[in-house]
């Protein structure tokens, strides 16, 4: 059992930076693949990063890729999301999720996801 505390979210202008950080309490936290999803106002819960157990194997919503980078450091039990070239649509509601691995485990969906954090707030001004 792992419970994901997230952090690093803020107030940053377009264009700006922000390296989201989700420490994970447990000692499996490595055998648990790691995501991040972010909910605007109004909206749904969106995937918009995932990393397998190992930090071999990554995946990104399209909206984000090349310009969001998730890593983890097993060692630390904690998973990162380096967001760069911010744009005022990526303003949302971050939580970091984690998922046992299970044959077939499709990242990209809630659904796969076993515990969550409370969130961290990030908005990006015009």
């Known amino acids: 059992q792992v419970q994901p505390v997230e952090s690093g979210g803020g107030l940053v202008q377009a264009g700006g930076s922000l390296r989201l950080s989700c420490a994970a309490s447990g000692r499996t936290f490595s055998t648990y693949a790691m995501g991040w999803f972010r909910q605007a106002p109004g909206k749904e819960r969106e995937f918009v990063a995932a990393?397998?157990?190992?930090?071999?194997?990554?995946y990104y919503a399209d909206s984000v890729k090349g310009r969001f980078t998730i890593s983890r450091d097993n060692a630390k039990n904690t998973v990162y999301l380096q967001m760069n070239s911010l744009k005022p649509e990526d303003t949302a509601v971050y939580y970091c999720?984690?998922?046992?691995?299970?044959?077939?485990?499709?990242?990209?969906?809630?659904?796969?996801?076993?515990?969550w954090g409370q969130g961290t707030q990030v908005t990006v001004s015009s």
């Open positions: 990393i397998n157990w190992s930090g071999g194997s990554t």
């Open positions: 999720g984690a998922g046992a691995a299970r044959y077939g485990s499709n990242w990209r969906v809630e659904a796969a996801y076993d515990y």
